[in-house]
T-cell receptor, first 113, second 114 residues
Framework: GEKVEQHQSTLSVREGDSAVINCTYT??????FPWYKQEAGKSLHFVID?????DRKQSQRLTVLLDKKAKRFSLHITATQPEDSAIYFCAASISSGSWQLIFGSGTQLTVMP | EAAVTQSPRSKVAVTGGKVTLSCHQTNNHDYMYWYRQDTGHGLRLIHYSYVADSTEKGDIPDGYKASRPSQENFSLILELASLSQTAVYFC?????????????FGSGTRLTVL
């Protein structure tokens, strides 16, 4: 079946540095790529997304890049803060009869003071 | 702010017992989902529904049933709970299909099967 892979299970950065989380996907028909954040002990909430008609999207300190040829997308966080510490999940839409999302396994980002 | 509430927050069940997880949304969303979260596996879709009185199988439906009696309510039923079903379960809703719309998640139910 189709997959979304996050190869980094953990990532540690110093406060103020940048963090990059990478994902790859297998479905060439994927057109929507959201990112969700899960803080410790809490639920997931949406942070940013990108659609296949663009290759870059920025929202404040967050930027998503999409490389359709390589089937790769990434989340860039600049000027990291302690409150950025969380698990980040990437996801991609797939078409298997009806459109659904497949999630990556998550990356635990730790921002160290 | 979209609101999805799950109950119970946590539950301990015995192997072979019946477990019902409930989800209620006040967003007037058509789509509702049940996901399972296991360490190292991210979220996997169990069942979903896009209209009341109808449910669809997701990626891992075996051992689970779902019920959507109304637009607001979506339940996940484990008829014969097994040890392998120990996990955190998340309900979510969206206004349209997830290729076009943000998912709003509930706070999760931690299920432990002994």
């Amino acid at each position: 079946g189709e997959k979304v892979e996050q190869h980094q299970s953990t990532l540690s950065v110093r406060e103020g540095d940048s963090a990059v989380i990478n994902c790859t996907y297998t479905d060439t028909a994927s057109s929507y790529f959201p990112w969700y954040k899960q803080e410790a002990g809490k639920s997931l909430h949406f942070v940013i997304d990108i659609r296949s008609n663009v290759d870059r999207k920025q929202s404040q300190r967050l930027t998503v890049l999409l490389d359709k040829k390589a089937k790769r997308f990434s989340l860039h966080i600049t000027a990291t803060q302690p409150e950025d510490s969380a698990i980040y999940f990437c996801a991609a839409s797939i078409s298997s009869g009806s459109w659904q999302l497949i999630f990556g396994s998550g990356t635990q980002l730790t921002v160290m003071p | 702010e979209a609101a999805v509430t799950q109950s119970p927050r946590s539950k301990v069940a015995v192997t072979g017992g019946k477990v019902t997880l409930s989800c209620h949304q006040t967003n007037n969303h058509d789509y509702m989902y049940w996901y399972r979260q296991d360490t190292g596996h991210g979220l996997r879709l169990i069942h979903y529904s896009y209209v009341a009185d109808s449910t669809e199988k997701g990626d891992i439906p075996d051992g689970y049933k779902a019920s959507r009696p109304s637009q607001e309510n979506f339940s996940l039923i484990l008829e014969l709970a097994s040890l392998s079903q120990t996990a955190v379960y998340f309900c979510a809703s969206s206004d349209r299909d997830p290729s076009a719309e943000t998912l709003y998640f509930g706070s999760g139910t931690r299920l432990t099967v002994l």
